[in-house]
């Protein structure tokens, strides 16, 4: 079956602009993960949704960050006025639960680069 | 402090020999589970293993084992009869906060022909 998919797979744009990145999870997958990876680092957490709701977005650094899940499937995250230190590897996984003993399913990754 | 401490940037090992990758945590929790990621250059993370911590026996997937030692908080990666495929990064994983995966500084493993 598919995994999760990412678009776009790399994103340019210039400082202050908005962007979107979107997140495609595995079917039947009401977990959904938000991971941020800076150069030459392990990814960090940003936001987790079960189903519709963020259950915890305690990682997304400031209110220019926003994601969404209308319909428990797919994600966007939103950033808003990009600025030079967000660029990054941006991550998405899903998994079947939120339980810790599920395995999360990660996609392939937007690398966003903010001139 | 829940910290997760991979303290070998990078290794490289000839093919077909043997490596292990270390990893040490900091937590409270007595039940927990543990992962190895392998990231590729094309991004992608992969899951490699996994360890269930109330369980004894040591994971194996194949190629791929862990020595996991729940005193030490120790649960390191070994790799036999090491392949080219096997270069990557490979970052070690804790779900605290039981959903929220963190990971560690990664190390860079090479598989030298």
């Known amino acids: 079956g598919a995994g999760v998919s990412q678009t776009p797979s790399n994103k340019v744009t210039e400082k202050g602009k908005y962007v979107e990145l979107r997140c495609d999870p595995i079917s039947g997958h009401t977990a959904l993960y938000w991971y941020r990876q800076s150069l030459g680092q392990g990814p960090e957490f940003l936001i987790y949704f079960q189903g519709t709701g963020a259950a915890d977005d305690s990682g997304l650094p400031n209110d220019r960050f926003f994601a969404v899940r209308p319909e428990g499937s797919v994600s966007t995250l939103k950033i808003q006025r990009t600025e030079r230190g967000d660029s990054a590897v941006y991550l998405c996984?899903?998994?079947?639960?939120?339980?810790?003993?599920?395995?999360?399913?990660f996609g392939p990754g937007t690398r966003l680069l903010v001139l | 402090a829940q910290t997760v401490t991979q303290s070998q940037p990078e290794m490289s090992v000839q093919e077909a020999e043997t490596v292990t990758l270390s990893c040490t945590y900091d937590?409270?929790?007595?039940?927990?589970?543990l992962f190895w990621y392998k990231q590729p250059p094309s991004r992608q993370m992969i899951l490699v293993i996994r360890?269930?911590?109330?369980?004894?026996q040591n994971a194996t997937e194949n190629r791929f084992s862990v020595n996991f030692q729940k005193a030490a908080k120790s649960f390191s990666l070994k790799i036999s009869d090491s392949q080219l495929g096997d270069t990557a990064m490979y970052f070690c994983?804790?779900?605290?906060?039981?959903?929220?995966?963190?990971f560690g500084t990664g190390t860079r493993l090479t598989i030298i022909p």
């Open positions: 994983a804790f779900p605290f906060g039981n959903e929220k995966l963190t």
């Open positions: 360890q269930e911590a109330y369980k004894q």
């Open positions: 996984a899903s998994s079947l639960g939120p339980q810790p003993q599920e395995t999360q399913y």
């Open positions: 937590t409270s929790e007595s039940n927990y589970y």
